[in-house]
């Protein structure tokens, strides 16, 4: 069966740090792989998503980037992180080969930028 | 407009109650449509696909109206448990996004 692990569950970093989250997906090949970031109480807002490898689509231009350098790797990143930046951020993956392209999420990731 | 709008919400029904959440999209070609449940500071799960003919899982029943562009979800006999934020979800399947809808939240009350 598919599993997606995504890291670290809560993050607390004060502005102007730099940012890395992680995750991976086991039990599936060349799956679509996605970024999202929730605020409270409001919808998922989507970041990020990749067909492939070193295939990055933007959605909202801001001061975040995303890389895929591996089939099942994606990862979020930022140089220097922002107040606004505060927020559950989830990452999701579907299957590339089906129409009905069902998402499945990582547990998420608690940011706080202080 | 937006993409998929669904009820503002919160609904605060009885334990036991029967209660609706409605969704509408705006791209007719839209082809795939989801209903998510997302709890509390937690991660958004598939509850049902929906499909053409509608379905029944349960005490969940999701229909699809392609005509009026509208999706619904139904749950009977509703349950405590059953508290959470309710996604409706859109695909194009020419894209490769899914769509999604603010949330609706459900609160059941004993």
């Known amino acids: 069966s598919q599993t997606i692990h995504q890291w670290p569950a809560t993050l607390v970093q004060p502005v102007g740090s730099p940012l890395s989250l992680e995750c991976t997906v086991e039990?599936?090949?060349?799956?679509?792989l996605y970024w999202y970031r929730q605020a409270a109480g409001r919808g998922l807002q989507l970041l990020f998503y990749s067909v492939g490898i070193g295939q990055i689509s933007s959605e909202v231009p801001q001061n975040l980037s995303a890389s895929r350098p591996q089939d099942r790797q994606f990862i979020l990143s930022s140089k220097k992180l922002l107040l606004s930046d505060s927020g559950f951020y989830l990452c999701?993956?579907?299957?590339?080969?089906?129409?009905?392209?069902?998402?499945?999420f990582g547990q998420g990731t608690r940011l706080t930028v202080v | 407009r937006k993409e998929v709008e669904q009820d503002p919400g919160p609904f605060n029904v009885p334990e036991g109650a029967t209660v609706a959440f409605n969704c509408t999209y705006s791209n007719s070609a839209s082809q795939s449509f989801f209903w998510y449940r997302q709890d509390c500071r937690k991660e958004p799960k598939l509850l049902m696909s929906v499909y053409s003919s509608g379905n029944e899982d349960g005490r969940f029943t999701a229909q699809l109206n392609r005509a009026s562009q509208y999706i619904s979800l139904l749950i009977r006999d509703s349950k405590l448990s059953d508290s959470a934020t309710y996604l409706c979800?859109?695909?194009?399947?020419?894209?490769?996004?899914?769509?999604w809808g603010a949330g609706t939240k459900l609160i059941i009350k004993p």
């Open positions: 979800v859109v695909n194009v399947v020419s894209n490769y996004q899914l769509i």
């Open positions: 039990g599936t090949s060349n799956p679509n």
């Open positions: 999701a993956w579907a299957r590339g080969d089906r129409e009905v392209i069902e998402a499945f």
